[in-house]
T-cell receptor, first 114, second 115 residues
Framework: AQSVSQHNHHVILSEAASLELGCNYS??????LFWYVQYPGQHLQLLLK????DPLVKGIKGFEAEFIKSKFSFNLRKPSVQWSDTAEYFC????????????WGLGTSLAVNP | KAGVTQTPRYLIKTRGQQVTLSCSPI?????VSWYQQTPGQGLQFLFE???????NKGNFPGRFSGRQFSNSRSEMNVSTLELGDSALYLC??????????????FGEGSRLTVL
């Protein structure tokens, strides 16, 4: 069955630390990949997406993600986190062919201490 | 520009009852998707509507149904409620469907508690 796995459920970092959140998917074929973020008290919003082309994708607020096809991974990174990055992060994937359905990871809760 | 509006925000029902949730998408958006979010299962896709037609459906029982009106507003209905239906129900809209734009715009959700 198609699935998306996020390795870390809870991450705690200090400000200025580097961040990497893991995401693996189990699709065969061509996939579209997404990271969404939910800040406290706010709704889910798109952080970045990968459809094709350059496997290194830049998103909002200094986030980036790298698509590594051979590893079925789409890890999210940020060189230096801020307190305002405290949020829940969700990875999602869909089969780029017909009958597209977004499959979501369970999310990673990130807490950044000032 | 108004965002995605979901009503009601909170509701409590008892087993066996039915519930209808409403979603008003961003103006101009024609696609509406519904998701169920629970701590254990995360976000699970329920269905997507586009121009009043169900375009895609997740793996939920027939008790879960939806529809979309000509103004793109959507409703979902859950009949014969079970305790396990307690969840946050999220609606998301997009211009033509997330597959084309890569971006879903989410509402704040309707939190359903089934007692």
């Amino acid at each position: 069955a198609q699935s998306v796995s996020q390795h870390n459920h809870h991450v705690i970092l200090s400000e200025a630390a580097s961040l990497e959140l893991g995401c693996n998917y189990s699709y065969g074929g061509t996939v579209n990949l997404f990271w969404y973020v939910q800040y406290p008290g706010q709704h889910l919003q798109l952080l970045l997406k990968y459809f094709s082309g350059d496997p290194l994708v830049k998103g909002i607020k200094g986030f980036e993600a790298e698509f590594i096809k051979s590893k079925f991974s789409f890890n999210l990174r940020k060189p230096s986190v801020q307190w305002s990055d405290t949020a829940e992060y969700f990875c999602a994937a869909e089969n780029a062919g017909n009958n597209r359905k977004l499959i979501w990871g369970l999310g990673t809760s990130l807490a950044v201490n000032p | 520009k108004a965002g995605v509006t979901q009503t009601p925000r909170y509701l409590i029902k008892t087993r066996g009852q039915q519930v209808t949730l409403s979603c008003s998408p961003i103006s101009g958006h024609r696609s509406v998707s519904w998701y169920q979010q629970t701590p254990g299962q995360g976000l699970q896709f329920l269905f997507e509507y586009f121009s009043e037609t169900q375009r895609n459906k997740g793996n939920f029982p027939g008790r879960f149904s939806g529809r979309q009106f000509s103004n793109s507003r959507s409703e979902m209905n859950v009949s014969t409620l079970e305790l396990g239906d307690s969840a946050l129900y999220l609606c998301a809209s997009s211009l033509v469907g997330h597959s084309n734009t890569g971006e879903l715009f989410f509402g704040e959700g309707s939190r359903l508690t089934v007692l």
